[in-house]
């Protein structure tokens, strides 16, 4: 992300105080503003990094020159309601960060296309569209899922008597291997099923009646509910299941969802005008390795 040349420093908000005061130590080169239009003020690059319900405490009053650059990380809330919000002609660009973009082995979602979002973070996936970035958006939301899969499949194996230590540590051996086969993109994801399953094999067995087409619906009717929800703005939402119109409520989890706190950390910002949830990006790049598929 640009700076300012003469200051070559990255600005942060003192809304979230104690993770600011924590970068500020930590980077010499991080400065603490007196309040969000002292960042945008200091800075070519405005980088929103709130929450979405918060946007309009955060957002109050905030200006930025038609001379910047506004970088949004917020979910759902849409290029023309910023330029509106925040009375600017600056380009705006929408943004996706993956935790891994701090070790830029992650493909960053923008839109529209911009020099300043697109290079630097160890790849980007440019969209002209809203409406596709909405979609993406939507496939971001099933990480976390996809976690929550393997914590199940290690607490089965516990039932079954496995030591908890052994079966987690069997099930993410399990999943880092195959998941190299991703890097692979002479393979569909369609064939990467068929080249990991044995006809009438157990994968198959397990594919075919778990994630039958009654689940698949299902998955594709929250996707499709999650889509709706996006393509509005929400200036009322409270980060609750009620808050999003066409969502049912959530059922409580054991253990309990973690829910992102305003002075968490997310990867890869330069000035950021909201509650501070910066982190410096290494300059690490990861090789692209094979893994031979296996069949079972």
């Known amino acids: 992300m640009r700076r300012r040349r003469q200051s070559a420093a990255d600005h942060l908000s003192p809304r979230g105080a104690r993770t600011?005061?924590?970068?500020?130590?930590?980077y010499p080169n991080v400065r603490v503003c007196a309040d969000n239009q002292d960042v945008a003020n200091r800075s070519e690059v405005v980088v929103l990094a709130v929450r979405?319900?918060?946007?309009?405490?955060?957002?109050?009053?905030?200006?930025?020159?038609?001379?910047?650059?506004?970088i949004s990380l917020m979910t759902g809330v849409g290029i023309g309601e910023l330029r509106e919000t925040l009375g600017t002609g600056a380009p705006v660009v929408r943004a996706i960060p993956l935790p891994t973009v701090r070790e830029l082995r992650s493909v960053t979602v923008t839109c529209p296309s911009h020099p300043v979002a697109d290079d630097g973070l160890g790849g980007a996936l440019p969209l002209a569209d809203e409406s596709a970035f909405n979609?993406?958006?939507?496939?971001?939301?099933?990480?976390t899922t996809h976690y929550g899969y393997?914590?199940?499949?290690?607490?089965?194996?516990a039932r079954q008597g496995v030591p908890a230590e052994a079966a987690d540590r069997y099930v993410r051996s399990l999943f880092q291997?195959?998941?190299?086969?991703?890097?692979?993109?002479?393979?569909s994801l369609g064939q990467l099923v068929g080249h990991h399953e044995t006809p009438n094999g157990l994968n198959e067995?397990?594919?075919?009646?778990?994630?039958?087409?009654?689940?698949?619906?299902?998955?594709?009717?929250?996707?499709?509910?999650?889509?709706?929800?996006?393509?509005?703005?929400?200036?009322?939402?409270?980060?609750?299941?009620?808050a999003w119109p066409n969502s049912p409520a959530a059922p409580r989890c054991s253990p309990p969802t973690t829910k992102w706190r305003s002075d968490c950390s997310t990867p890869s910002t330069s000035a950021a005008a909201g509650s501070p949830r910066t982190s410096r990006s290494s300059a690490s790049t990861a090789s692209r390795s094979r893994a031979r598929s296996f069949r079972r």
């Open 205 to 242: 067995r397990i594919r075919t009646t778990w994630f039958g087409t009654a689940n698949s619906e299902a998955l594709t009717k929250a996707l499709d509910a999650l889509l709706a929800d996006l393509a509005q703005s929400r200036a009322g939402d409270t980060g609750s299941a009620s």
């Open 20 to 26: 600011a005061a924590e970068l500020s130590q930590r």
């Open 150 to 157: 393997l914590a199940t499949l290690t607490a089965w194996a």
């Open 177 to 187: 291997g195959v998941g190299r086969s991703l890097g692979d993109d002479k393979q």
């Open 52 to 70: 979405p319900q918060d946007r309009a405490e955060a957002l109050a009053g905030l200006r930025v020159g038609d001379d910047g650059v506004v």
């Open 135 to 143: 979609v993406l958006s939507a496939l971001t939301a099933t990480l």
